[in-house]
């Protein structure tokens, strides 16, 4: 079997194309989120915090001069990128929270009948005891 044979079977494999499709959705997914938080969440928070962007907080290591730029420890970006990734999970998880009640509300709201077979059975079971 060739080379690109292979390749062309592992690559039309189901599970392949799914993972592909999950990470394109994924991707523009992760778009929204961002959006939400950067654009609806952060604000509220900044203005909790007195205006504070953490984005601007560095550290200068070395003063630029003339065209060369100085060079930064940017860990307000770091900050605000933790501080976006425990809001994304916080919402992930409020969100799988609520799939799950979901579930659990249908699994409760109506039992399975019983097969066939223990119908039949239990019906027999009540003619015996009849005798």
Request: proline share 7%; net charge neutral.
């Amino acid at each position: 079997m060739g080379m690109m044979q292979e390749f062309k079977e592992f690559a039309m494999r189901g599970n392949v194309v799914d993972l592909a499709i999950g990470v394109v959705i994924g991707g523009a997914f992760g778009k929204i989120v961002s959006s939400v938080v950067a654009d609806v969440i952060m604000p509220p928070i900044g203005l909790l915090t007195g205006g504070v962007n953490f984005t601007d907080l560095k550290l200068v290591l070395k003063e630029g001069a003339g065209d060369v730029p100085p060079v930064t420890l940017n860990y307000g970006s770091f900050i605000q990128t933790c501080f976006d990734f425990i809001i994304i999970a916080f919402a992930i998880f409020m969100l799988v929270k609520a799939m799950n009640s979901m579930k659990k509300a249908e699994a409760a709201a109506a039992p399975p009948p019983p097969p066939a077979q223990e119908v039949l059975l239990t019906e027999i079971r009540d003619l015996l005891k009849n005798r």
